[in-house]
């Protein structure tokens, strides 16, 4: 991207005075309040908890983790989710589940969301829809660090069932 | 000797080069699956074909032989067609379960895939299904499905395990890698199959699913296992390592290494002491670097050398037998040394020597050429001492031996694990382990290789040599050195086998001793009976 070269405005005398403009400032805010005091409401500040403010439909929020129709973990730990993910906040100890048909599961899943940006690159890479950041719910706040490395329990607690079909055409 | 034409490129070969090896001296690169310059050719996947003037059909550039007058052409339009679907038919059952499988990442069949097909399957059939995770050994997996039958593996078990254990059974798309009936893929190179295998149909137990390999950071070094010093890559992922590989070397292992060596890391990771102890007032105390080596100094500045048994080891890397011996030669000339080390093991002709130490040739050369001369650890004996400066925790002491050492006054003991001698110790230094630091072992046939320092040690542990030249400064020997290379080449200096060699002259597969140049103009002495710069560290 080339540069852009802003022209600066040169001030005006009345400006440059500086008192003029704080009483301009002064008006904008006084006739806001007598506004809001006496006439109709026009009130920025949301009354949160009591009012909630309606998210976009595009909001994600924290990770979740699907399981299959058994009640397993969806989760094959291919690592491609925290491979792509820019903050590097996704933690996986692979282990081997011992069924013929699916070799490899999670022994932990950990994901820190201090760390993460939440920009959804782990649900774009995720292969087999096992990893979800539609649940459209904030990270709570906790006391501690440690509390914000979510675990595999806790992402599964949200967790739907996911009936996408696992493996290619004609396997 | 033939002269034939590559891709528009003469070349004039000896008699009997096949048409890859001299693509591959022009620079060409052909793929490859079956091929392996260490083993036979078969020729059987298809995936080296290549358009001559000498044959209406494309030949195998792995088997066939140049011709004179031959044209080859290795990147037209009839060899991109053929590679496509040379791909697509090896394609045609394998499961493509790339995200689960060990081998992405580092597969030749991905690597092809993307460099010379990248369509989507044309196929529309069920797979053949055939059998996943099967266990071919104590250290080998087996995945049927992923195999394209190059057969690399049951060529390395006949030609250079010399152990014929696997075998292909079965017709057409039925065929499959197995081992022959009773048998088990046990032989001391077992996991040299899964380097070579070009997929991930054979996985190491030991490896398997530990991480991607993607995530893995890598460095040259040397397994310290045995005398051989097979050159190796060590794989580390979060700083741990992870694994070996061997990497080629001709001087010293070729493509390989034995599995002992190759599963020895895992001996490394745990019960490290990082801690420098010292003993005040008949008790010990967790101590700083620099008053635990003040202590050690203290200590053999007090008893004097006559009155000190040294144990020297064969684990040294070459820059610490030069520490050393310039330590013995100079400030504790006069102690009694003694080579201590791991005794002798199995070995057999192809790799494995019976010497399970890493450098014993390279600081016999150097404590010759300095004049230190020792004696080996069984003909240990204290009378008349009262110190032991003990370098290494590995010597195998008998019973007898420990309760020598542990009646003298003090035993200053430099090592790097939880062993009774750590318990005995009245000073402790803590030491760096192989991958934690640069320097040079030399094997038994005298190949001199660099060690790369892969891992970082704590800040407390440092190298034997490190220890050896403090104390010496501060004994009054008066030699310091910034960095190993500095060591290195006032080494290559004082002894007459590394003549001419250097870091950078040792290169990928190292030097053997007595074959460098000397160097033009010699160095100057950096490091003899200079006065002491600086007051007891």
């Known amino acids: 991207m080339a540069t852009v070269q802003v022209e600066r405005r040169e001030l005006t005398l009345a400006e440059k005075l500086y008192i003029p403009e704080v009483v301009r400032g002064l008006v904008v805010t006084t006739r806001q309040m007598l506004k809001n005091a006496f006439g109709k409401k026009d009130v920025a500040t949301i009354q949160y908890p009591e009012v909630k403010k309606v998210y976009p439909d595009r909001f994600r929020g924290r990770h979740r983790l699907t399981t299959r129709e058994d009640g397993t973990v969806r989760c094959v730990a291919c690592m491609l989710c925290s491979t792509a993910c820019p903050a590097k906040c996704i933690h996986i100890v692979a282990g081997d589940r011992g069924g013929a048909d699916v070799e490899k599961y999670p022994i932990s899943f950990e994901i820190d969301l201090l760390v993460c940006v939440y920009c959804g690159f782990c649900e774009e890479a995720c292969p087999c829809d096992a990893i979800r950041m539609d649940s459209g719910r904030h990270p709570l706040p906790s006391f501690s660090r440690d509390k914000q490395r979510i675990h595999k329990v806790q992402l599964l607690e949200d967790g739907v069932r996911s009936i996408a079909r696992q493996g290619g055409e004609g396997t | ?537």
């Open chain 2, 1 to 537: 000797m033939p002269t034939m034409t590559i891709d528009g490129q003469e070349i004039t070969v000896d008699r009997g080069t096949t048409v890859l090896q001299a693509a591959t001296q022009l620079g060409i690169d052909i793929p490859t699956f079956c091929y392996h310059p260490g083993l036979t050719i078969v020729a059987n996947c298809r995936m080296c074909l290549v358009d001559t003037n000498k044959s209406p059909k494309p030949l195998p550039a792995c088997h066939a032989t140049a011709m004179d007058g031959m044209e080859v052409w290795t990147q037209n339009e009839k060899v991109q067609k053929v590679r496509k679907s040379v791909l697509e038919f090896i394609l045609v059952n394998h499961p493509v379960d790339c995200p689960i499988c060990d081998q992405a990442g580092e597969c030749v069949l991905q690597d092809h895939y993307f460099n010379f097909s990248a369509q989507p399957s044309r196929l529309f059939h069920r797979k053949q299904h055939k059998p996943k995770a099967k266990v071919l050994g104590p250290d080998i997996m087996l995945d049927a499905e992923r195999c394209i039958l190059c057969t690399r593996c049951v060529r390395f078990c006949d030609e250079i395990a010399k152990t014929p254990q696997l075998t292909v059974v079965n017709r057409g798309e039925h065929s499959e890698i197995t081992t022959f009936p009773g048998e088990e893929l046990d032989n001391p190179y077992a996991i040299n199959v899964v380097d070579i295998c070009p997929v991930g149909a054979l996985t190491s137990r030991d490896f398997r699913f530990q991480t991607r390999v993607w995530f893995l950071q890598t460095g040259r070094s040397v397994c310290p296992e045995c005398s051989k010093g097979c050159t190796i890559r060590v794989d580390t992922f979060e700083g741990v390592p992870r694994r070996y590989k061997p990497a080629h070397n001709p001087q010293v292992n070729d493509w390989w290494m034995c599995d002992t060596g190759r599963l020895s890391y895992s001996d490394y990771l745990d019960n490290r002491m990082e801690g420098p102890t010292t003993t005040v007032d008949g008790k010990r105390r967790v101590a700083d670097t620099e008053s635990a080596v003040r202590g050690a100094v203290e200590i053999l500045r007090k008893e004097g050398a006559g009155k000190v048994v040294v144990v020297v080891s064969p684990w040294f890397t070459n820059e610490d037998a030069y520490l050393t011996a310039r330590l013995l030669k100079g400030p504790l000339s006069g102690a009694a040394v003694y080579m201590g080390g791991r005794p002798d093991g199995v070995q057999d002709d192809i790799l494995i020597e019976a010497d399970k130490n890493p450098n014993r040739r390279g600081v016999a050369e150097i404590f010759n050429a300095v004049g230190v001369s020792y004696a080996p650890l069984s003909a240990l004996s204290t009378a008349g001492k009262t110190t032991a400066l003990i370098f290494g925790d590995n010597h195998g002491l008998s019973d007898a031996q420990r309760d020598l050492l542990g009646g003298l006054d003090h035993r200053i003991v430099v090592g790097a694990f939880m062993t009774p001698l750590w318990r005995q110790a009245t000073v402790f230094l803590p030491a760096r382990i192989h991958w934690e630091k640069d320097g040079s072992f030399t094997n038994v046939d005298g190949v001199v290789q660099r060690l790369e320092r892969v891992v970082k040690a704590a800040a407390t542990a440092k190298s034997d040599g490190w220890y050896s030249m403090k104390m010496g400064y501060a004994l009054g020997g008066g030699y310091r050195f910034d960095t190993p290379g500095a060591v290195f080449d006032a080494l290559c200096h004082d002894v007459p086998g590394f003549a001419g060699m250097s870091y950078s002259r040792l290169g990928d597969h190292g030097m053997v001793l007595g074959s460098g140049e000397p160097p033009l103009v010699p160095s100057p002495d950096v490091a003899t009976d200079g006065p002491a710069l600086e007051a007891a560290p």
